[in-house]
């Protein structure tokens, strides 16, 4: 009898209602006003909720990525971005692991570009530019096209976030990916046993990412002197043909944080990052 049930239950896709995580998501998703899907097939949830004026979607389920065991938490936000608006926030544990595991994959193999095929995150760590993050957001690592844009997005709301995610609820050792891409703000983090300040705290974060990436977008330059932030190249991404390889080289010292020292506020809200100025031009003899 026990094995006809488990059959069905495959059969159909629906999952033993005991299990805390997914009880505990159920609760959460009600509590919060969201819209709950089933899968319909295999393990996990899909939780739909409205961010500002655009449309979110959270999954938890089998982690997509090999660097996440078990479980993830996924969030997409259509936020609405320019294609071209390529930004990321990883933690710096794992940028060092990939950036590593990449470089070697490519030497053993003698390749001379970066595989297609790899997750954009991959990618980009050798694509974009590493931008200095604040010393309060030391265990994490930047990476953009445009540095200008990426330097106002990592501020303000979204910057407080980041730096006390792992006291509060991610972790000091999880994984954490948060990216603008196609348009859309995605994170992704390890999800083993959930809990309601993660699930919060997640949401807050990517509604963050949201609204500090279009405030990137509109904020003016503070300093008269400091040049204008450079129009936004087509993006890796988007070209034509959908992706660009491009050539690899060695890890660039994730290890090493590349920081901006900064005065700390009591709450980090008030923490503004300056804008890029332009060196004084050498006096000509």
């Known amino acids: 009898m026990f094995k006809a049930l488990q059959k069905l239950q495959k059969m159909f896709g629906s999952r033993p209602e005991d299990e805390p995580d997914s009880r505990l998501l159920d609760g959460w998703a009600h509590s919060r006003g969201h819209q709950l899907k089933r899968v319909r097939r295999g393990e996990g949830r899909v939780i739909e909720f409205d961010c500002d004026d655009r449309r979110g979607r959270m999954e938890w389920g089998p982690s997509h990525r090999a660097y996440i065991k078990g479980h993830e938490l996924r969030i997409r936000i259509d936020a609405?971005?320019?294609?071209?608006?390529?930004?990321?926030?990883?933690?710096?544990?794992?940028?060092?692991?990939?950036?590593?595991?990449?470089?070697?994959?490519?030497t053993s193999a003698h390749q001379t570009g970066i595989d297609a095929d790899l997750p954009e995150e991959v990618r980009w760590l050798?694509?974009?530019?590493?931008?200095p993050v604040p010393s309060s957001a030391a265990g994490y690592v930047l990476m953009s096209s445009s540095p200008v844009h990426a330097r106002r997005w990592l501020d303000g709301d979204?910057?407080?976030?980041?730096?006390?995610?792992?006291?509060?609820?991610?972790?000091?050792?999880?994984?954490?990916v948060v990216m603008t891409l196609r348009g859309c703000i995605y994170l992704r983090t390890e999800a083993g046993a959930l809990e309601e300040p993660m699930l919060d705290g997640a949401r807050a974060l990517a509604e963050s990412?949201?609204?500090?990436?279009?405030?990137?977008?509109?904020?003016?330059?503070?300093?008269p002197d400091a040049p204008?932030?450079?129009p936004?190249?087509?993006?890796?991404s988007s070209a034509a043909g959908g992706r660009r390889i491009g050539a690899m080289g060695p890890p660039s010292?994730?290890?090493?944080?590349?920081?901006?020292?900064?005065?700390?506020?009591?709450?980090?809200?008030?923490?503004?990052?300056?804008?890029?100025?332009?060196p004084p031009p050498t006096p000509r003899r």
Do not use: C, H
Not at 232 to 236: H, I, T, V
């Open 158 to 176: 979204l910057l407080s976030r980041v730096s006390r995610a792992s006291n509060l609820w991610l972790g000091d050792s999880a994984p954490l």
């Open 232 to 236: 936004l190249r087509p993006g890796l």
């Open 80 to 106: 609405g971005l320019p294609g071209q608006m390529e930004m990321m926030i990883m933690s710096r544990r794992l940028a060092q692991q990939l950036g590593g595991e990449a470089y070697q994959t490519l």
């Open 126 to 131: 050798s694509m974009l530019e590493k931008v």
């Open 228 to 230: 204008p932030p450079a």
């Open 253 to 278: 010292g994730f290890e090493n944080p590349s920081v901006l020292e900064l005065p700390m506020d009591s709450d980090m809200m008030a923490m503004s990052m300056p804008a890029p100025t332009q």
């Open 209 to 223: 990412a949201l609204l500090s990436a279009r405030q990137a977008l509109l904020r003016p330059v503070d300093e």
